[in-house]
């Protein structure tokens, strides 16, 4: 696709990004559709942009380099992804992978992590459906903070945007709400 995206709006501003993908190579572990920057122009039409697509391997080197990109967009298998597989793997993905950054000092002086989970109940249908649980960690929000506001992915990339600095947004987050509620 050739729509504005996080990827353009990212370089345009000067940051750097990467995909970090928990068995990419592997079709029957990683879905490709949970990877969202590896369809874009931006992304497919430049081979230095397609560098950035990476096993997850590479995020824990990055990680302990101090060399962690701007924008992390970090995706499990299929097995320890929360759907597919059982809730404990998913549990111990987020321990073997996530706690280290958690407690990387450059992360506690001012990361932003979100953790969006992409399905609701079936029976969830109000506003289009999708009611999904988002964690949002950051030394800058407040802490145990439960807000009763509807928000929807378009605000997600909005916050992202704005954290990083991106003067544009792309397509709907334009006009999403803002999520300064949490901070």
Known sequence: MNDDNI??????????????????????LYAKRHDPLSYFSDVVNSPTQSQN?????????????NTLPNFSFVIPNLVNDAHSGPLQ????????????????????????????FDEAATSDATHGGGHVAALIISAKAKQGF???????????LRLILDTLGAPNHPGASSTAPTMGEFF
């Open 53 to 65: 697509l990476v096993l997850l391997s590479q995020f824990s080197s990055d990680l302990a380099n």
């Open 7 to 28: 990827v353009r709006e990212l370089l345009a501003s000067g940051k750097t990004w990467k995909s970090y993908a928990e068995s990419r190579y592997d079709p029957l």
């Open 89 to 116: 793997a998913a549990d111990v993905w987020l321990q073997d992978n996530i706690a280290p950054l958690i407690s990387n000092a450059a992360f506690q002086k001012d990361g932003l992590l979100i953790i969006v």
């Open 146 to 156: 439960q807000s009763t506001t509807l928000y929807q992915h378009e605000s997600t």
